[in-house]
C-alpha cells in the first residue's frame, strides 16, 4: 500500500509568498525595491531546502516550488541589474 504525502501549511505559505514576489518582481522597477526582493528571494530559496525534505521527491508541490524559486532569483537578478545599471556608472 503506499502512503499519499501530505503537504504542509509551511509549503503552501512558501509556494504563495514566492508566487507573490514573482508577481512584485514583474510589477515594480526600482532597484532598491528589486534589491530587497533579490535578498528575499534567497531566503526562500533557502527555506525551499529546510521545508522539503529532498529535491529527489517528484511530488508536484516540491519540483513546481523548486523551478519557481530558481527563476525568481534568475528574474529578480537579472532585472535588478538591467534597472540599477544606469545607476552605477
Not at 504563495?16 to 528571494?41: D, M
Amino acid at each position: 500500500m503506499r502512503m499519499v504525502r501530505q503537504n504542509t501549511t509551511a509549503q503552501y505559505l512558501l509556494f504563495g509568498s514566492t508566487l507573490i514576489l514573482i508577481g512584485l518582481t514583474i510589477v515594480l522597477f526600482k532597484p532598491v525595491a528589486l534589491a530587497v526582493i533579490g535578498f528575499l528571494s534567497l531566503v526562500t530559496l533557502t527555506f525551499h531546502f529546510d521545508l522539503f525534505a529532498s529535491t529527489h521527491d517528484r511530488h508536484f508541490l516540491n519540483e513546481a516550488d523548486f523551478i519557481l524559486q530558481l527563476v525568481l532569483v534568475v528574474t529578480t537578478l537579472t532585472k535588478l541589474f538591467l534597472v540599477a545599471r544606469p545607476h552605477l556608472v
